[in-house]
């Protein structure tokens, strides 16, 4: 019996006993007061009788609890686990688009995957001497094999305010205001998670990383697209922007540059984003990850250099500007010089305690990486880019049925097909897929990022590969392009226009 319930009822029982000792006796009885004879008028009796009531209704909770115990085990007749609502409801788009493909590539044509957003998959674009020396050293010294603070060892929290201090205009940035994160999907997460709730909705573009639906759908939080307009370098569609926001909008994600577009907004173009969000007081979620990814003739501006009204919480990292995906470091830099983010501040930082911080050896290299990559190195990573985009364009642009649209930054190019001058194929998903049956060339279709109609293609293979791929596309495309007839009339004189105006 717990001690708590028997040191209750001893004090039952003395209590008892006093109260019957107090009690006047019959007369003649015996001396012994254990055995006196109570008088029935005495509320002793009553108090005994309900003591007892109540130990017989303790004795019946008590067996009743573990009956019920019990009864918990037995209440399922065999393995009956689920999966959680948050996994079910949780999908990578890309992933359930490419694994519903029925692809078998070309036995006599090598593969090459321009599908892949990975920089280092083709060995040709490698991490500089110095980044891969930081991370040795930090190793070496011993001093970053246990836990860090959940937001970052200061040191490295430091360097990255001191590396990003082009995103403020008008002061530096506080270590405090950076959080280090396990990659920039995990400072994502963390972003949206602190500013939105189930029910509310954040606004995303498209076609945009498929990622955050992702992050947002699983947990009831409605992501609602704004349109990017191909014919306007990928510019947002304002107005229709606008129409989307309502008092349960919880934040405006900007992509700068984008993927999958591979545009860099100007700051005319930010500045009107910007004004939105003013009028209707939304929070910015910058993705800011290829902010260095900029092609000459484009600048980038940091969203948050331009505003000291709209709170931005910057995402960025190491992944794709050093090479490192797999090192799975990013951060945030919270931009918030009005003090407009009040509590969504203390839950963001919460966020952090869920994995205990991120990778402390990487951490520990920050300083050496930030400081010590030379920027010959990032001039060279973006003149592979620029040609391969610049070579893409040109020979693209020649071919049927295909519209290319010249990116500004990033690694990637999107590429509209005339789907209706194919008509062998019903939809961009079908065209990639006969794409890599007859050409062993993989591309990613446009329903990926939630804009069918186009492929996209990344940009960091040799040279030679993607000259070899848009070769091959090309071939595809003459292969399966169907002419307008009715225009074929009209091109030998047969019909004028006239005749086809119904």
């Given amino acids: 019996m717990p001690s708590s319930v028997a040191n209750e009822n001893q004090f039952r029982f003395q209590s008892s006993r006093s109260s019957r000792a107090s009690c006047p006796s019959v007369p003649g009885s015996p001396s012994d007061p254990e055995s006196q004879v109570v008088t029935p008028n005495c509320d002793v009796v009553d ?33 009956q686990i689920k999966a959680s609502k948050l996994s079910l409801n949780t999908h990578n788009r ?33 991490a500089a001497d110095e980044t891969m020396k930081a991370v040795l050293h930090s190793l070496e010294s011993g001093k970053f094999n246990g836990y860090a603070h959940t937001q970052g060892h200061e040191v490295a929290r430091k360097a990255v305010a001191k590396y990003s201090a082009h995103q403020r205009n008008d002061e530096e940035i506080d270590p405090n205001d950076v959080v280090l994160c396990s990659g920039c999907s995990s400072a994502l997460e963390y972003c949206i998670l602190a500013l939105a709730d189930r029910g509310q909705n954040v606004l995303v573009p498209r076609p945009g990383f498929c990622l955050y639906h992702t992050l947002a759908e699983g947990l009831d939080i409605e992501v609602r697209y704004y349109d990017l307009l191909p014919d306007q370098q990928w510019r947002a569609d304002l107005v229709q922007l606008e129409s ?8 405006l994600l900007i992509n700068n540059p984008s993927n999958p577009c591979g545009s860099v907004f100007d700051e005319k173009h930010l500045r009107q984003l910007i004004d939105i969000c003013e009028r209707h007081y939304l929070p910015i979620i910058a993705d800011e990850i290829y902010e260095h990814f900029v092609f000459p003739g484009s600048k980038h501006l940091a969203v948050s250099s331009l505003t000291t009204e709209v709170p931005v919480l910057s995402c960025g990292g190491l992944t794709k500007r050093f090479l490192v995906p797999g090192w799975r470091m990013g951060w945030i830099i919270v931009h918030d010089r009005k003090q407009r983010l009040t509590n969504a501040i203390g839950g963001l930082k919460n966020m952090c305690g869920r994995i205990l911080g991120s990778n402390t050896i990487i951490q520990g290299a920050l300083p050496e990486i930030l400081t010590k990559t030379p920027q010959s190195y990032f001039d060279g990573v973006i003149e592979v880019l620029h040609s391969n985009a610049t070579l893409a364009y040109k ?3 020649q ?8 990116p500004n930054g990033a690694m990637y190019m999107m590429i509209g097909v005339c789907i209706e001058r194919f008509p062998a194929f019903k939809d961009d998903t079908h065209f990639v897929q006969e794409l890599v049956n007859e050409q ?17 293609i990344v940009l960091t293979v040799p040279g030679a590969m993607i000259e070899e791929a848009c070769a091959r596309m090309a071939e595809f495309c003459e292969r399966h392009f169907k002419k307008d007839t009715s225009r074929a009339f009209i091109e030998h ?4 226009d006239e005749d086809l105006a119904f």
């Fill in 493 to 496: 004189g047969l019909l004028n």
């Fill in 399 to 406: 071919v049927r049925g295909l519209n290319p649209v010249m």
């Fill in 440 to 456: 062993s060339v993989f591309c990613l279709p446009g329903s990926c990022f939630e804009y069918p109609g186009y492929v996209r």
């Fill in 244 to 251: 989307l926001i309502d008092e349960n909008t919880a934040a």
């Fill in 395 to 397: 020979m693209l642009k």
């Fill in 94 to 126: 890309i992933r359930n688009i490419v694994e519903s493909l029925k692809i078998k590539p070309n036995p006599e044509k090598p593969m090459i995957p321009l599908s892949i957003g990975d920089p280092t998959t083709f060995g040709n674009l490698k």
């Fill in 47 to 79: 108090q005994a009788l309900a003591e007892l009531q109540l130990q017989s209704q303790e004795v019946h909770l008590m067996a009743s609890t573990s009956s019920s115990s019990k009864g918990r085990g037995r209440g399922r007749s065999g393995w």
